[in-house]
Structures are given as structure tokens and as C-alpha cells.
């Protein structure tokens, strides 16, 4: 009996989804620690206790970091032309040295499932357009066209350390191309051609590629686009090619000057991997740019492939008998990853399309043709099948689907229970969070765990993440800054044209000098389960109380005359601070002062009184990255009376149209 003067204790969370025994013993990761039990002293498995396990495990991972990188690396077989001198060299961050004297090729470890005889007539890539028709590229015929596209390339003058750039969008040529730039030990960077080519330049300027492979348009929505114009564009404003390689997805002849991407993979070649540093870089990945250029990210051969086959191998536990669907553009960190199950010799799925043509219901009918195994989305698709009221689990087969896995926003709490309840109950939900900095995820999927509503499973091995207080302590079951302690082998080796490495050090290590700190507010739980709250550096602080904005969006968004909002939080000069909220309403929704009221209320009661926002404002829409992801800084600087052309850069958003709507609303307020 609880005396009377005690609170009782708050009866623990209980799972959404656990794995059973059977899938617990058969995981990749189980398997993976009993061998670096006996192999490098890793803890052992808990018997009954995966929970335990994992966090044995993960804590052995970071306390003995040498170790861990090392085991992997042997695990996965990682082919080393030649070895390496010592696994981490230099733990610094920023400047940390991985396996120094090693040697190795990222394209010849995505293709070694074609040296099996029994797997090369198996598909590595499934093709899926607006059709929905698929369309398999085998395993051998992946690395035909890789070797002879790698041949061309050389006979182009294409050298390690050069730039080989892609205008294309998620198709196999976008992975061919990929993957014979890394043959060549050449570096790797795209866009997806919904960019403009203002938006591209300024990307692709920085890196001064040397050959351009572009299509003539792209069909999305049911339209054809023509891009033609954009691609003689690009070619004008980037002096430094030698080639331009036409790709005809809409079926027109080369402009005079360019090649033909049929002439270049037609040969009987096996491809000829340059053995690279295991430092040497793989691609360039690109920053959102909303207020100024873009950060210009490179991450290293070596550094992909081991974080990769660590993050693909035992957090998704993907291997041979998957298929990877993941939607995404060229132009999303997303993209790169998804390649990367070739690795494990998964086989990887590529949709080139509208996430919701010709319904809402498209990826889910894209997961049903391909027999996908491992399904990856955004969590703002989640959120738009529930409210269409989409019904996946009862309207198409998705018997092969073992996990639903989403990114590029926090999945509200009631993103879960969607999962749960209209797509399989007995389904795996893995909601992950990282960055294009990382290229990886820092915390996320893990096939041994539990899930729990509103909750990523665990930090990922190797990855010593913790929840910061603004004095650098680390807290638990409070909200703080995520943090990261130690080195990752595919944390940036640089910024392009950055040589003092000083725009590197101001972007992640300068709140806390040796420590990388990525700019998310995350809550650690006791139970080890990790909290995302939505970028710090667009913090809600009323009143010292500190809230992210997904917080928000999660409990404003269920409101079903609430199609998507934004909310700001903004100093003002005189030490007040105005927190507008504004929302994009669904058709036929009037916001009147009961709807205010009601928001309000929502927010008041399901989250805390100090964050009610001052003003709810419609709005015609809310503005996004090119990569879908709500822009915040960007409209707090409009709002605090920054002009527009020093508070957003237009290229880097979707829709510029709505930015000079805010812009207006900034105009107005100081007027």
C-alpha cells in the first residue's frame, strides 16, 4: 500500500512491438556479438534479456572503439589491398585517423555478390517508375555496365581525386554512375533534377567537377519535365567539364557536344577498382544551403563502407534475401545510404516518382510489386496516409514487409500507432535520426529491441551519443543537446574549400570543443531509448522552459483541420519573445477563433502552458528544403527583421513564393 505522503511511482511505458525470441537469436547483431565475444572480448548475450544485451554491447562498442571498428571490419570481410597500420590512429574530433596505411575500394565491395555464381542472375537493383511496373537489374549486368562505364571514364582522363557530377534522378544510371566514379577512385556528387539550376550551382561550383552526367527531364506526377534547358545551363556555368554524358529518360537525341549513355555501358568489361586511401574521398554530400551556400561535405571510401555495412548489417539487419526500398531523390543523403545495400548484397529498390501518385497510397503500392522486405519512408508521408486515411495493411499484400523505418523528422507518437494499426501489429517500426553530415544514422533500428510510441530503440553501435546540458554534463530523462563523444569513421574528413578547416570546426565543435554537436535536442531515457525534439538551434525558450518544435507539430497536427504548421520562437530587441504559430489548413477549414481556441487548448493541456503561441496565423503554406524538411531558422531571421536575401537562399527552397508570404507578415509587424 502507498502511504500517504508518497506519489506512487508512474507505471513503466509499456512496448509497442517486441521481437520474438526466434527473430532476437537470428539477428545479425546477435550473431555478430557472440563472435566479438569470443573474437575480442565483447560482452556476451544476456539469455532472455536482449535489452541487456544490446546495451552491454553498445557500451563495449564505445569504451573500446579500436576494438569494435576492428571486429567489424573482419566480420563483414572487408577487403584491404593493402593493411592497415593501427584502427584509430588519431581520436581527435575534429581530424580523427581511421585505419591508416589500408587500401580499398567502396565499388568493388557493392559489387562482390556478382562473383557468386549463384546469386549473379538474381536482381541487384528493382527499377520502379510511375507505372509501378518493376523492372530488375541483375547482379551481373550491374557490374557489366559498371566496368565498361569505368573504362570510358578513364579514357575521359577521369583521375582519383577528380569530381564526377549527377543530374539524374533515383534510377539504376544514377548507381552506375555512382559506382564507377568510386571505381576510378574519382569523387561522386548529385542532384536530383527537380532542382534548379541556380540551386545545383551552387553545389556543383564549389566542387569544379570535370564530367556531368544528366538526363533531358524526369516524369513525376503524371507530367513529363523537360530539363534540357537547365542541363545547357549547367553546362555554361561549369567551366571545369570535359564531358557531359546524355541520359534520354524522356527519349531525345544528345545535344551536339555531349555523350550518349548507351555508347558508354554497352562494352563486355570487367570493372578495374583503384585501390584508394582509406581516407581518400567517396562523394560530396550538400547541407540544406537555406542561408547561404550550402556546406559542401565529403566523407571518405573507407569511412562509408565500414559505418554502412555496420549500419545496414546489424541495425537493419538486412542481407542477401531483402529487398531495400527507401523513397528518395539523388539529392538526399537518403539516396547514398540506400545504395549502399548493395553492400550486404540486399537488393535494392529504386522508385523514381511522386511519393504520392497516382494516390497517396503510391509507396505502399510500390513496397506490394517489388516484395519489399525492408520499407523506408519519411515520417511526413506516415503522417499524410494517416490523415487521407489510407488503409496499407488491409488494401495491399505486404506479407514480405518486416520493418517500416522513417527519417527526416521525429514520427509523432501517433505516426506509430498508424504503423501498428493499419499496416501490421506485428511490425517492426524503426523511426532513425542522423544527418548528411554523418551520412548515417546516430541513433535508431535495432531488430533485438522493443519499441516504444515515440521513441528510436537505442543509439547505434560505435556511436558514444549523449544528451548534453548547456554546462556539457550529460543528462538523462531531460532534454539536451545531442552530443557525440568520440569519433565516427564517416564523420566529415573535410569541407570542400574549407582548407583552414574553420567553417568544419564552426558547424559542429565550437559549443563544445572536441565534441561533435550536431544541433538536435534529444532526450536519453533510463531505458536507453532515445527522444528526438527537432533542431536546438530553432529552440522554443519561454520562461527558461526549453521545447522542441516537433513537439509541437506532433500535437497540433492531429487536429484534422491541420494540414501543416510551423512554429517560431523570436527574440525581440527589447528582451521580449514572440512565439507565432503558423498553419496551412486543410480544404474546406476556416480558422476562426473556436479553431484558435482549440489549438491552443491542445497545446495548453498535451504539452505546457508557457508554449501556447502568442498569435495563430494562417498561412498559404509552409515552406520546406528541397529535401522536405520545414525550414525554421531561415523564417525566424525574416521575422526578426533580416531581409530576405541574407535570411534564406532561394535555390535551397521549395517553394520561394511562400517565404515572401512570412516576409510580408515580417513587413507588417515592424511596420
Not at 555508347?263 to 570493372?271: M, R, Y
Not at 516484395?371 to 486515411?389: E, L, P, Q
Not at 523511426?431 to 529491441?449: E, I, K, Q, R
Not at 504539452?607 to 520546406?624: K, M, N, Q, T
Request: with cysteine; net charge negative; proline share 8%.
Amino acid at each position: 500500500m502507498t502511504p500517504a505522503n508518497t506519489a506512487p511511482t508512474p507505471a513503466a511505458p509499456q512496448p509497442l512491438w517486441q521481437p520474438v525470441a526466434e527473430r532476437i537469436a537470428g539477428a545479425q547483431v546477435t550473431r555478430f556479438q557472440e563472435w566479438a565475444a569470443d573474437r575480442y572480448g565483447a560482452p556476451r548475450t544476456v539469455p532472455g534479456d536482449p535489452v541487456a544485451s544490446y546495451a552491454a554491447l553498445h557500451r563495449w562498442s564505445v569504451d573500446e572503439l579500436e576494438r569494435f571498428w576492428h571486429a567489424t571490419a573482419e566480420w563483414f570481410d572487408v577487403r584491404f589491398a593493402t593493411p592497415y597500420e593501427t584502427v584509430l590512429a588519431e581520436p581527435a574530433m575534429p581530424g580523427a585517423r581511421w585505419f591508416p596505411g589500408a587500401t580499398l575500394n567502396y565499388a568493388e565491395h557493392a559489387l562482390r555478390t556478382a562473383e557468386d555464381p549463384d546469386r549473379a542472375d538474381t536482381p541487384a537493383l528493382v527499377h520502379v517508375d510511375e507505372t509501378h511496373e518493376p523492372l530488375p537489374v541483375t547482379w551481373r549486368e550491374l557490374r557489366r555496365q559498371v566496368g565498361s562505364l569505368t573504362a570510358e571514364l578513364r579514357r575521359m582522363g577521369v583521375r582519383p581525386g577528380d569530381r564526377v557530377s549527377g543530374y539524374l534522378p533515383n534510377t539504376p544510371q544514377a548507381v552506375v554512375a555512382l559506382l564507377a566514379t568510386a571505381a576510378t577512385g574519382a569523387v561522386w556528387t548529385s542532384c536530383a533534377p527537380d532542382f534548379g539550376a541556380r540551386s545545383v550551382l551552387d553545389r556543383f561550383q564549389q566542387v569544379e567537377p570535370v564530367v556531368l552526367f544528366a538526363v533531358d527531364g524526369y516524369r513525376y506526377g503524371g507530367k513529363e519535365h523537360d530539363r534540357r534547358d537547365t542541363v545547357a545551363e549547367l553546362r555554361r556555368e561549369l567551366p571545369t567539364l570535359r564531358a557531359v554524358v546524355h541520359i534520354p529518360l524522356l527519349g531525345t537525341p544528345a545535344p551536339e557536344g555531349a555523350l550518349d549513355w548507351s555508347g558508354l555501358v554497352s562494352a563486355e568489361a570487367e570493372p578495374v577498382f583503384e585501390q584508394v586511401p582509406f581516407d581518400h574521398p567517396l562523394w560530396v554530400l550538400y547541407s540544406s544551403g537555406t542561408t547561404g551556400l550550402p556546406k559542401a561535405i565529403v566523407q571518405s571510401q573507407g569511412g562509408i563502407l565500414v559505418e554502412h555495412l555496420k549500419q545496414l548489417g546489424l541495425h537493419t539487419d538486412l542481407g542477401p534475401d531483402d529487398r531495400f526500398f527507401w523513397y528518395t531523390s539523388t539529392g538526399w543523403m537518403m539516396w547514398n545510404f540506400l545504395v549502399s545495400g548493395l553492400l550486404v548484397g540486399a537488393t535494392v529498390v529504386l522508385y523514381d516518382g511522386s511519393p504520392g501518385y497516382p494516390d497517396t497510397a503510391a509507396q505502399w503500392r510500390v513496397a506490394e510489386r517489388t516484395g519489399t522486405t525492408f520499407y523506408g519512408t519519411s515520417a511526413a508521408y506516415v503522417m499524410a496516409c494517416r490523415k487521407a486515411g489510407v488503409h496499407p495493411g488491409r488494401d495491399f499484400d505486404l506479407s514480405r514487409v518486416q520493418c517500416v523505418a522513417t527519417t527526416g523528422s521525429p514520427l509523432p507518437p501517433d505516426g506509430f500507432r498508424w504503423i501498428h494499426d493499419e499496416v501490421a501489429e506485428d511490425m517492426w517500426i524503426a523511426s532513425v535520426s542522423g544527418g548528411t553530415d554523418v551520412c548515417s544514422c546516430f541513433a535508431g533500428a535495432v531488430p533485438t529491441l522493443p519499441v516504444y510510441v515515440g521513441e528510436l530503440q537505442a543509439p547505434c553501435l560505435g556511436t558514444d551519443l549523449q544528451a548534453w546540458d548547456p554546462h556539457g554534463k550529460p543528462v538523462v530523462d531531460e532534454v539536451g543537446e545531442l552530443v557525440v563523444t568520440k569519433p565516427m569513421p564517416s564523420m566529415p574528413i573535410r569541407f570542400w574549400n574549407d582548407p583552414d578547416g574553420s567553417r568544419y570546426r564552426e558547424s559542429y565543435f565550437e559549443m563544445f570543443p572536441g565534441t561533435w554537436r550536431h544541433g538536435d535536442w534529444i532526450t536519453v531515457t533510463a531505458r536507453g531509448t532515445v527522444v528526438i525534439h527537432g533542431r536546438s538551434d530553432s529552440t522554443l525558450n519561454r520562461q527558461g522552459v526549453r521545447m522542441g518544435s516537433a513537439d509541437i507539430y506532433e500535437a497540433v497536427e492531429r487536429l484534422p483541420e491541420i494540414r501543416e504548421s510551423l512554429v517560431i520562437g523570436v527574440e525581440q530587441p527589447d528582451g521580449g519573445y514572440w512565439m507565432p504559430l503558423f498553419v496551412h489548413l486543410t480544404e474546406g477549414a476556416v480558422l476562426d477563433d473556436a479553431l484558435r481556441d482549440r489549438i491552443k487548448r491542445t497545446i495548453r493541456e498535451q504539452l505546457s502552458p508557457r508554449h501556447v503561441p502568442d498569435e495563430v496565423i494562417e498561412a498559404p503554406g509552409v515552406p520546406h528544403t528541397l529535401t522536405g524538411k520545414r525550414i525554421e531558422v531561415p523564417i525566424k531571421r525574416l521575422l526578426q527583421g533580416t531581409p530576405l536575401d541574407k535570411a534564406v537562399n532561394p535555390g535551397s527552397v521549395d517553394d520561394i513564393e511562400l517565404v515572401r508570404f512570412y516576409e510580408r507578415v515580417a513587413r507588417d509587424r515592424s511596420a
